[in-house]
């Protein structure tokens, strides 16, 4: 993924973009994770894609 930083500036660019499978986690995996980490207070907001 990628942003233009001038019009035109990916015209001659292409390719396929492969998500990887290791950002694809569980809730159980995120929060075993977040616990190695101080607590903090999640925030969501409404201009937040996924929430």
């Given at each position: 993924m990628?942003?233009?930083l001038y019009s035109g500036s990916l015209k001659q660019v292409s390719?396929?973009?492969f998500?990887?499978?290791s950002f694809e986690v569980t809730?159980?995996?995120l929060e075993n994770f977040?616990?190695?980490f101080?607590?903090?207070t999640k925030h969501v907001t409404d201009t937040q894609l996924f929430h």
């Amino acid at each position: 993924m990628a942003l233009e930083l001038y019009s035109g500036s990916l015209k001659q660019v292409s390719g396929k973009f492969f998500a990887s499978g290791s950002f694809e986690v569980t809730e159980e995996e995120l929060e075993n994770f977040e616990k190695k980490f101080p607590h903090k207070t999640k925030h969501v907001t409404d201009t937040q894609l996924f929430h």
